[in-house]
């Protein structure tokens, strides 16, 4: 019986294969296939050029062991005004749980198809969970390199109704945990930004729709041509990545289109500024582009951690750090229509934070 994909199936058939029919990269190279379907295919100028490398300690490492050692929260402040990224360490998470949490990613991914097909959004029993590939396949020109189970994080009982059962434990475990992270590092932020105390409608506005993402990039015959996620800035709040040591990440450098290598740290957090706290911070802190390469080796597991507003929440410069009589660079948007701007096309660098500019 001949493969249902193969090196002479046409756009069309690859592009039903993987995203109507529900398969996914994964289904792809389940296959057998040996070459880079053309759905997958980069132009040129997306294509990462080993040449813009920079050195790759150019990323801060932050031990935050002591959250509220005033050098602490300077270096986190820092790190966000100057990089929008930066890893941290003895942030309280057991590197057992992270462990944990990165076999549970490889274990759904490794179910029967017909299994992961029951998360797909037209089978799924819940919007708390969907199964996707790529990034808005209905609205990009070229596919990317991954598929990816988004579990949005709701409550603890709506997560054990209706999470996959071969990585609920694991993400409810990680997620509990991240969430006292997360309070600590936006603490940390909006003290420089004069913020007192975040009340709950800061906290609505800050954090209010979690998502955690368990992302796949399974083995690429040809990875230099492809992207697994292509340049983009996240429009989250801030993202707290778990990535693990195959490597891929590149994050925009300091030189004209240079790039630096995100490297693995056993048991650190990879945090990063999203859209939403650049324009809170009136371009105080800044959300970065990054990108994904995958491997042509190993099957890569990264998890982001979408620290989101609520949905109907309105996102725009915070009144305390327009207090001294600073002007607004950012129009009051609803996050939703943000959102939603975000999906309607296909990842292009830092062009959707235009949306909220004045």
């Known amino acids: 019986m001949s493969p249902p994909i193969s090196s002479s199936s046409s756009s069309s058939d690859v592009i039903d294969f993987v995203v109507h029919k529900g398969n996914g990269v994964k289904g792809l190279v389940d296959t057998g296939l040996e070459t880079v379907p053309e759905p997958y295919i980069q132009p040129l100028e997306e294509r990462l050029d080993p040449t813009k490398f920079q050195p790759e300690n150019f990323i801060p490492i932050i031990d935050v062991s002591n959250w509220d050692d005033p050098k602490v929260v300077d270096s986190i402040c820092d790190a966000a005004s100057k990089w929008g990224f930066f890893q941290i360490v003895n942030h309280g998470v057991p590197l057992e749980v992270l462990e944990n949490l990165k076999s549970a990613a490889h274990s759904f991914f490794q179910l029967p198809s017909e299994e992961r097909k029951k998360y797909l959004k037209e089978n799924s029993p819940s919007e708390a969970v969907c199964l996707c590939t790529s990034f808005s396949p209905q609205a990009e020109k070229v596919l990317e390199w991954k598929d990816f189970l ?209």
């Open 150 to 358: 988004r579990l949005s994080w709701v409550s603890e009982d709506q997560a054990s109704a209706f999470w996959p059962p071969v990585c609920k434990e694991e993400a409810l475990e990680y997620v509990k945990k991240v969430e006292l992270v997360t309070k600590r590092l936006l603490e940390a932020l909006l003290k420089r930004l004069g913020v007192k105390e975040i009340d709950k409608t800061t906290e609505y506005k800050l954090m209010a729709s979690p998502i955690l993402s368990l992302n796949y990039y399974p083995c690429c015959p040809s990875p230099e041509l492809t992207a697994g996620v292509g340049r983009h800035s996240d429009v989250s709040t801030i993202t707290i990545l778990l990535q693990d040591d195959t490597g891929g990440l590149y994050v925009r450098g300091t030189s004209e289109d240079s790039w630096i290598h995100v490297p693995h740290v056993t048991g650190a957090l990879v945090i990063n500024i999203g859209d939403v706290l650049q324009i809170m911070s009136n371009d105080k802190y800044k959300s970065i582009e990054h990108r994904v390469i995958a491997s042509r080796s190993k099957n890569r597991v990264s998890i982001p951690f979408f620290v989101n507003p609520g949905s109907d929440a309105t996102i725009g410069p915070l009144p305390e750090v327009l207090a001294s009589g600073e002007t607004p660079i950012y129009k009051h948007v609803v996050f939703s229509d943000y959102f939603k701007h975000f999906f309607s096309k296909g990842h292009d660098g830092k062009k959707t934070v235009e949306f909220a500019r004045i």
